[in-house]
């Protein structure tokens, strides 16, 4: 690989808005259509490469009536918002391994104007995770698969996943920072690890970040600089939790220049200033905590959701006695 | 120097608050006793090496009754807060250069309760700066210099000012990423030639960054990695513009015994929520522009002052064609 620049335009680099997907986890997929078509069009006139839409829920799992379109990700759902999508930017949908009905919900790639499905999955599914990849791939979509919480993986099983992951019919394995708890110093190791059983098969890597130690932009970098090509990122950095790496920072880093910031500073400010009074993302001091402690962020969630969210000390002592 | 890794305790790495010191630039230096008391505990209880309390400002320049006592930071003032300070936390004041009437304002060592002069120059004021290094390494102070603004700093002349002081009294030459445009390939490249230099008269570097690019702790880990040992850093990131390294995240990553992260998330519990809603610092739009753009985060601040603060395509317009 060349040597790596500041000024390089990196063309070889694809960049994923997964706001709508992500920020869903926080409202329960419940957006206003005028937000998701400002989401759309921003991702298209400022060149981003793919834009997640959302889940691929299994109804029989989640009640219809309880959760926002995104949840499932209906044809009609997207359609709605993108007709048949007559632009550069590809559209792609989140499958969670045992909670996706994907024979069934996931149609025939002629069918549908979704061009990418990423499998999203915890060690323990990665059987069923080969099988959607391959039902996916069978079905004529670029395909994806997203490891999940891999801070508690252990490093002999992990090897062994990307092992069996470079052998599937995914062209993109993406590094998960489920818990918010990875420093440079992880993500270049990692990214030696997934890249070298990525590349044995012609694969390329991705990078999904959060922002609990307001490391998501830097990671994001760090995982570029170190070869991974395929970065997510999100408007005014909204997600779960901590959030992600903000969209508008990561296409105003990359010179190529058909990534445009402008767009994306419009549509957060037409839509995310507002959204950020009803909705809550951010660092706070939970998700350090729990980061600290290599938890998951769903316990600073809650606490976050309790009358003692601002008792940190609490927090803290309740976690480090757990 | 031997390979550092994520286990190393780092006891050579030194941590200086300057909460009140940056944060006083958001409010005219006029915080209440008790918040000052309070980061003062915090930084005793939590094991940090020095706290920053303020400016040395000429009185001559600023009016006393316009500004907060933290602009001037008396002895009066400070051991109203601190006693004798009969702890193992040194105290800091910054002295800008042309700013500070320094032979009257900075009393003999052994009249102070201050253990540390940082002198803040830009690269135009090194003459002065040089006499006022002196002047407080005669008094009986540790000295540091902090040059500002170098992202737009040629690098034949930074290499001058580094050999200046690295031929001067202070002990320590601090990178100052002042517009919070630097990235992690930056900090590599000044740690560099700034290690060089100090390290060829027995000095060591610091680092103090800003969060206009949400890389503030990254770029300070960055630092650090690359063999920088002193670190500033703000209880909440609070500080002017876009905020600076937040503490608990930097004490809460190094990895000696002496920091503690509970009496700092104390701290902020108690009087930094609370300041939250009175002052604005942190990450915002305006702040990646002027980042992008490189120019000084002052015309954000003035345009987050405005009326059109939310209007971030216009602000993008304006600088663009500026």
């Known amino acids: ?3 790596v620049t ?27 259509d005028e937000v998701v078509r400002g989401v759309y069009h921003a991702c298209v006139e400022g060149g981003v490469d793919y834009m997640e839409v959302g889940y691929k829920g299994d109804k029989k799992i989640f009640a219809r009536n309880k959760f926002g379109d995104w949840k499932f990700s209906d044809e009609d759902s997207i359609r709605r918002i993108v007709g048949d999508n007559p632009t550069d930017l590809k559209l792609s949908v989140m499958a969670d391994a045992e909670k996706t009905d994907y024979r069934t919900d996931i149609l025939p790639r002629e069918q549908s104007v979704i061009d990418l499905i990423r499998v999203a999955t915890y060690i323990h599914q990665i059987p069923t995770a080969i099988n959607m990849i391959k039902d996916a791939k069978d079905k004529g979509y670029e395909v994806c698969v997203n490891l999940m919480a891999i801070s508690i993986v252990k490093d002999k099983e992990l090897l062994e996943a990307l092992e069996i992951f470079s052998q599937s019919e995914a062209e993109t394995i993406v590094i998960v920072d489920s818990f918010g708890t990875l420093m440079g110093e992880h993500i270049r190791d990692l990214a030696k690890k997934y890249l070298k059983a990525a590349r044995a098969t012609g694969k390329e890597v991705g990078f999904h970040g959060h922002n609990n130690l307001q490391l998501g932009f830097s990671n994001t970098l760090e995982a570029m600089f170190a070869g991974v090509t395929r970065l997510d990122a999100t408007i005014f950095g909204m997600g779960r939790g901590a959030g992600n790496c903000p969209l508008e920072l990561l296409i105003s880093f990359i010179k190529n220049p058909k990534y445009q910031l402008r767009p994306i500073l419009k549509c957060i400010e037409d839509h995310f200033l507002k959204l950020r009074t009803e909705m809550e993302w951010g660092y706070m001091i939970p998700y350090l905590v729990t980061a600290h402690l290599n938890r998951h962020p769903s316990a600073a969630i809650e606490w976050l959701d309790s009358p003692e969210r601002d008792q940190f000390v609490k927090f803290y002592d309740k976690l480090n006695e757990a």
């Not at 335009?9 to 926080?26: A, E, M, P, Q, Y």
């Open 6 to 32: 500041l000024l390089d335009s990196r063309s070889d680099v694809k960049v994923l808005d997964c706001t709508i997907r992500d920020g869903g986890l926080i409202n329960s997929h419940l957006f206003d």
């Open 1 to 3: 690989m060349a040597q």
